[in-house]
DNA sequence: TTCATTGTTAGGCATATACCTAACTAATCA
DNA sequence: TGATTAGTTAGGTATATGCCTAACAATGAA
């Protein structure tokens, strides 16, 4: 039952790199294997295996090694919990502001009367 | 205008901070000046004063200052940016999920042929 | 069984991050 | 004017990050 404060500190980190978020978009695509997933990318392989493993741990990736080969998944799951930590902040950002709304409508009542 | 990879990178890297998320959560609700945020954390000012600047730095946060007051404010369109992004990803795994489910009905549809 | 492919481990380097204390400026209050 | 409040700047330390090369599995193909 992740979505607590050190889950969304990896995940946020993880997000924050341009090539991490890269990998991450190719796997929306669909799984891919490593070498696969490292070819767009002029760094050395165990740069890009670092890479991988930020994503991994933070759970946005998952993999599994058949053969030599190691294939790649997107995890949806973790990244809707970073999502939904901006979804509740725009919220309460919202409420705000539908409670603005409401006493400037109060106003105009008020003027009304 | 924005919402290139390096913003991405600051928003996401700001965002990946618990102390700064707390920030953020608190400035949703409205704007406030440094000492009332930096109130509730344990740490020094001018390490408080950092993260602030990353927060500015990253475009979530402006700041004016009146007199000897700095107040702070969340600027939810760069949230926004992220929030965006992340949706994208969701789009196109939904999109696979769609064309698989396509797929499997066009299976369906041959086996009844 | 030898060779190529696919990944992994170890270790090093430069820069960035997250914290600190000390000392400072600028505005307001008594 | 002198003290207090609000924030800032300077500079130091420890750890983390992002890259590298070199050397090492382990699997699969010839």
Redesign the pocket.
């Known amino acids: 039952m992740p979505n607590n404060e050190h889950d969304l500190d990896n995940v946020f ?1 993880a997000l ?2 341009p ?2 978020r890269a990998v991450l978009a190719r796997l929306t695509e669909g799984p891919a ?6 070819k767009p990318f ?11 493993k ?1 994503l991994e741990e933070s759970g946005l990736v998952t ?1 599994k ?7 790649c998944e997107a995890q949806m799951k973790t990244l809707t919990e970073a999502e939904e930590w901006i979804a509740h902040q725009r919220a309460v950002w919202e409420g705000r502001l539908d409670r603005l709304d409401a006493y400037l409508r109060s106003l105009q009542s008020t003027e009304k009367e």
Chains 1, 2 share one sequence.
């Open positions: 980190q924050a790199d090539t991490r294997t490593v070498s696969d997933l490292a002029e760094m050395a392989l165990p740069s890009f295996l670092q890479h991988l930020v993999s090694k058949e053969g030599r080969v190691r294939t």
